[in-house]
Nanobody, 116 residues
Framework: QVQLVESGGGLVQAGGSLRLSCAAS????????MGWYRQAPGKQRELVAA???????KYADSVKDRFTISRDNAKRTLYLQMNSLKPEDTAVYYC??????????WGQGTQVTVSS
């Protein structure tokens, strides 16, 4: 059973920064293909950033040049550095697999609220 625990969210003013973390546990888990997703109220969950086994990254156009995804394989932790935050970045942020054809069980997510 894979468990994903997101943390690091909070309330921040527009233009501020936050760093999200996702700690993973479980025997059948790989850090190789992971992504950060977000879901705003009334909207579908969307992929905002992803990282592959060789470290290639991709970002949604809305967060490009502001967000950076990274990971620490030894700590089994995924990160999302978010800079120049905007009110439209307000959402619950989740981590999960990306590009594997399946998802692990979703964690509780971490709330990010950006005030104008």
């Amino acid at each position: 059973q894979v468990q994903l625990v997101e943390s690091g969210g909070g309330l921040v003013q527009a233009g501020g920064s936050l760093r999200l973390s996702c700690a993973a546990s479980g025997s059948k888990f790989s850090m190789n293909f992971m992504g950060w997703y977000r879901q705003a109220p009334g909207k579908q969950r969307e992929l905002v950033a992803a990282i592959t086994d060789v470290g290639s990254t991709k970002y949604a156009d809305s967060v490009k040049d502001r967000f950076t995804i990274s990971r620490d394989n030894a700590k089994r932790t995924l990160y999302l550095q978010m800079n120049s935050l905007k009110p439209e970045d307000t959402a619950v942020y989740y981590c999960n697999a990306e590009g594997l054809g399946h998802y692990y069980s979703w964690g509780q997510g971490t709330q990010v609220t950006v005030s104008s």
